[in-house]
């Protein structure tokens, strides 16, 4: 069994990761609806892994005898207007990612729940890798995404991402 409140963070992550996903789709609509089918398909699959983060949590859950409950998942509530907005707030989506995961963390910590410690160890190393995916899109953006030819190679490189499932995951 795990701490209530540990129970309780995560359950809530489990709905924050899959709003995260929400989030991306409505970053690959936007790109869709603008012609930019390569940032789209990057968004898309970043949607998938987003949806590996909630089975994986949800997963911890169970297998530690906690009921997982769900809320209901937001609507995504980022304005989209120019071309590098969902970057930009795609950077500031995984910060603010990364704290709540550091949050968990740090109750974990204080009452030495080594188990969840471990497992979240795994989240913590993700979320260094998101938010610098998410920095690397908007640095080539700012250098290529300005000219046609530009925007086109960067769209096609964009649109090679292949989804890899998180299939390992963290130990639990
Ligand atoms: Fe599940 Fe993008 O962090």
Redesign the pocket.
């Known amino acids: 069994m795990i701490d209530e409140k540990i129970a309780k963070l995560i359950n809530e992550q489990v709905n924050k990761?899959l709003y995260?996903g929400y989030l991306y789709l409505d970053f690959a609509n936007y790109y869709a609806d603008a012609g930019l089918d390569g940032f789209a398909h990057w968004y898309e699959v970043?949607a998938q892994?987003?949806r590996d983060?909630?089975m994986m949590m949800r997963r911890y859950l169970i297998d530690n005898g906690v009921r997982v409950t769900f809320d209901a998942i937001g609507k995504p509530d980022k304005k989209l207007t120019k071309t590098d907005d969902p970057l930009k707030a795609g950077l500031e989506?995984?910060q603010y990612?990364t704290s709540l995961?550091n949050h968990i963390y740090a109750e974990a910590a204080k009452i030495h729940d080594y188990k969840t410690m471990q497992f979240l160890d795994w989240?913590i190393k993700?979320?260094g890798e998101?938010e610098k995916n998410a920095d690397d899109m908007i640095k080539k953006y700012a250098l290529f995404g300005h000219d046609a030819k530009g925007l086109y190679s960067l769209n096609q490189e964009l649109g090679a991402r292949v989804y890899t499932p998180s299939a390992t995951g963290p130990a639990m």
Do not use: G, L, P
Request: no cysteine.
């Open positions: 990761e995260s970043q892994e987003e983060h909630a989506h995984e990612v995961i989240f993700e979320q998101e």
